[in-house]
């Protein structure tokens, strides 16, 4: 069985996934999601003739902090949800 690396960013993401409820969940990806749109459409309005000379280092920073900032936004909004809408108690099954 092969040594799993706990520092792992792919760990730490599947780590999330299964600790965090559906309101997070949906949350983080859509403001992932917004975040990535936002960043390429900042970006998209200069011309290729000008995005040379590391240009495209700088846009490519650009859309991954957009994409960064959405992610983290959208938890932030998911967390304010989670905080106002009262939790339903589980019911179980016997």
């Excluded at 998209?44 to 040379?52: K, L, T, V």
């Amino acid at each position: 069985m092969p040594r799993r690396d706990p520092g792992s960013v792919w760990n730490l993401l599947a780590d999330l996934w299964r600790e965090l409820s559906w309101i997070m969940r949906v949350s983080g990806c859509v403001g992932l999601l917004l975040g990535s749109a936002l960043g390429l459409w900042l970006t998209s309005h200069i011309p290729a003739s000008e995005a040379r000379y590391g240009l495209m280092a700088l846009l490519r920073w650009i859309n991954l902090g957009c994409a960064i900032l959405g992610a983290t936004l959208g938890l932030s909004l998911g967390a304010v949800v989670e905080w106002i809408v009262p939790k339903q108690p589980r019911r179980r099954n016997r």
